[in-house]
């Protein structure tokens, strides 16, 4: 999860850097300015490689951060749609305290890659709480 967070950080902040640049090239480029040149576009390819693969991870961590909320895997989410009368998530015990399984208890170590330390001593990693 926090891989691909910081690859969409990463990814706005490279887009937020280029795109004034590419736009501000294209219009001198426009006005007659400056001739076409592969130096644009090598700029127009790379910007635009940058804003499909930012595209495609968001959509990536957007179905993540679902599986997160709801507490389950991707297996889980794949055999609920080879099964879709298997019946409730037993243990999707509500957003929060599933984000708080994964992410720990520490809202300050959220986003550092550090081993959550959860204070819930039902979730061992052999046994988990469940809903009721």
Not at 10 to 32: A, D, N, W, Y
Not at 35 to 60: D, E, N, P, Y
Request: net charge neutral; charged share 15%; with cysteine.
């Amino acid at each position: 999860m926090l891989f691909l967070f910081y690859i969409i950080a990463t990814l706005i902040f490279c887009l937020s850097c280029e795109i004034p640049l590419f736009v501000k090239e294209l219009m001198t480029i426009i006005e007659g300015k400056e001739k076409l040149s592969v130096h644009f576009f090598i700029r127009a390819v790379g910007t635009v490689i940058q804003a499909a693969f930012f595209v495609v991870i968001t959509m990536f961590f957007k179905f993540h951060v679902e599986l997160v909320l709801s507490n389950s895997s991707t297996l889980d989410n794949l055999e609920r749609q080879r099964n879709p009368n298997a019946g409730p998530n037993v243990y999707d015990i509500g957003a929060y305290e599933n984000f708080v399984q994964v992410f720990g208890t520490n809202s300050c170590l959220w986003l550092i890659p550090v081993a959550p330390a959860n204070q819930n001593k039902a979730a061992n990693g052999v046994m988990w709480p469940k809903n009721q």
